[in-house]
T-cell receptor
Framework: DAGVIQSPRHEVTEMGQEVTLRCKPI?????LFWYRQTMMRGLELLIY????????DSGMPEDRFSAKMPNASFSTLKIQPSEPRDSAVYFC??????????FGPGTRLTVL | GENVEQHPSTLSVQEGDSAVIKCTYS??????FPWYKQELGKGPQLIID?????GEKKDQRIAVTLNKTAKHFSLHITETQPEDSAVYFC????????????FGTGTRLLVSP
């Protein structure tokens, strides 16, 4: 299995621009998570999907952040407009059973 | 909500020595405690986990212990090897329809040959 796939691996953008991060979970996994990792705040859960439905979005920082999962094999995390404080590594993870979470390689986002 | 503290933030050992990383949690309702290893440029990977009905679990050179009364759990790595060098994260979770993991701040382990 290829594991969780994320794209792009690196993204550099300017403040105010829209950013879209993409994730392909492991086939057969029905749970998908988006996390953000920063030096200051560590690893934080942003949103959790189960069977393509958003279940818990309490970690989404503000309305500038949105996430979708149109089907079982694809999810996006969008930031619009982006700000320098959004700079972080964003991870997508999937799980078959809601226990072990399999993380992707992450997208390193830099907002100038 | 849950709060997880992790110590130490960095740990340097010689190859062959043991390494111990400790975590404490605040919510007594938490019942699932995984440990993740993150290598440079990669996502975290689960290495071992323990549930609140078990006091200790071993898997080859790694073991985890849990003290529910004191609300702390620890990761033990024996016979460390240079490839064990990475950042280790503990996490705590209470089932609320899913495992909502709250992570510790991480421990950077460096194993010197």
């Amino acid at each position: 299995d290829a594991g969780v796939i994320q794209s792009p691996r690196h993204e550099v953008t300017e403040m105010g621009q829209e950013v879209t991060l993409r994730c392909k979970p492991i086939s057969g996994h029905n749970s998908l998570f988006w996390y953000r990792q920063t030096m200051m705040r560590g690893l934080e859960l942003l949103i959790y999907f189960n069977n393509n439905v958003p279940i818990d979005d309490s970690g989404m920082p503000e309305d500038r952040f949105s996430a979708k999962m149109p089907n079982a094999s694809f999810s996006t995390l969008k930031i619009q407009p982006s700000e320098p404080r959004d700079s972080a590594v964003y991870f997508c993870a999937s799980s078959p059973s809601n226990d072990e979470q399999f993380f992707g390689p992450g997208t390193r986002l830099t907002v100038l | 909500g849950e709060n997880v503290e992790q110590h130490p933030s960095t740990l340097s050992v010689q190859e062959g020595d043991s390494a111990v990383i400790k975590c404490t949690y605040s919510d007594s309702a938490s019942n699932y405690f995984p440990w993740y290893k993150q290598e440079l440029g990669k996502g975290p990977q689960l290495i071992i986990d323990i549930r609140s009905n078990v006091g200790e679990k071993k898997d080859q050179r790694i073991a985890v212990t849990l003290n529910k009364t004191a609300k702390h759990f620890s990761l033990h790595i024996t016979e460390t090897q240079p490839e064990d060098s990475a950042v280790y994260f503990c996490a705590a979770s209470m089932w609320s329809g899913f495992q909502k993991l709250v992570f510790g701040t991480g421990t950077r382990l460096l194993v010197s040959p």
